[in-house]
């Protein structure tokens, strides 16, 4: 059972470019999040897709934005790159549908983007 | 903000129980408790959950104090491969339309030789 897959595993890009990192959700599973972790810090939460749509958003300015597809697959896509955007971008996968009252997120490996 | 706090870092002996502490005391009813380590440049893994009651499962074991306002992660035989920065995580439930992890600085746990 293949796992939270991500693509690319880096990416240099350099400042005012626009980048999109690709999100396979683990077998089962049909809501994506993203989040945002730079360099000695945790995490932080940039928004989440379920049933192809945004159904919530971090603290994250309009240049950040997603797409979920049919698959459940997703994107994130940043424009006008700023180098503070250097960070790893990591997926996870959930299962949005249920009568369970909390839904476990296993998280992929990241793409580690490098903005100069 | 996270809701949790942890100390920055700890390190015990391998073989040897590992016991991370997280304080939430401002936790309410309908909250979870979530654990996720994270090796070195690698994406969270989770480990263990719960809402009131201890849960045990292959990689750990979760202690929620009975007023919930604590909790401890039990790494019964810590190994080399153990050493990560582990995260504490209160969770609403999704029932009140919140789906993000909010997470804190973490411990790091350093499992010695």
């Known amino acids: 059972d293949a796992g939270v897959t991500q693509s690319p595993t880096h990416l240099i890009k350099t400042r005012g470019q626009q980048v999109t990192l690709r999100c396979s959700p683990k077998?089962?599973?049909?809501?994506v999040s993203w989040y945002q972790q730079a360099l000695g810090q945790g995490p932080q939460f940039i928004f989440q897709y379920y049933e192809e749509e945004e159904r919530q958003r971090g603290n994250f300015p309009d240049r950040f934005s997603g797409h979920q597809f049919p698959n459940y697959s997703s994107e994130l896509n940043v424009n006008a790159l700023l180098l503070g955007d250097s960070a790893l971008y990591l997926c996870?996968?959930?299962?949005?549908?249920?009568?369970?009252?909390?839904?476990?997120?296993?998280f992929g490996p990241g793409t580690r983007l490098t903005v100069l | 903000d996270a809701k949790t706090t942890q100390p920055p870092s700890m390190d015990c002996a391998e073989g040897r129980a590992a016991n991370l502490p997280c304080n939430h005391s401002?936790?309410?009813?309908?909250?979870?408790v979530y654990w996720y380590r994270q090796i070195h440049s690698q994406g969270p893994q989770y480990i263990i959950h719960?809402?009131?009651n201890n849960e045990t499962n292959e990689m750990a074991s979760l202690i929620i104090t009975e007023d919930r306002k604590s909790s401890t992660l039990i790494l019964p035989h810590a190994t080399l491969r153990d050493t990560a920065v582990y995260y504490c995580i209160v969770r609403a439930s999704r029932m009140d339309s919140s789906y993000k992890l909010i997470f804190g600085s973490g411990t790091r746990l350093l499992v010695r030789p």
């Open positions: 719960g809402l009131k």
């Open positions: 077998s089962g599973h049909d809501t």
């Open positions: 401002t936790i309410s009813g309908n909250e979870y």
């Open positions: 996870a996968s959930s299962y949005g549908t249920g009568t369970l009252s909390t839904d476990t997120q296993y």
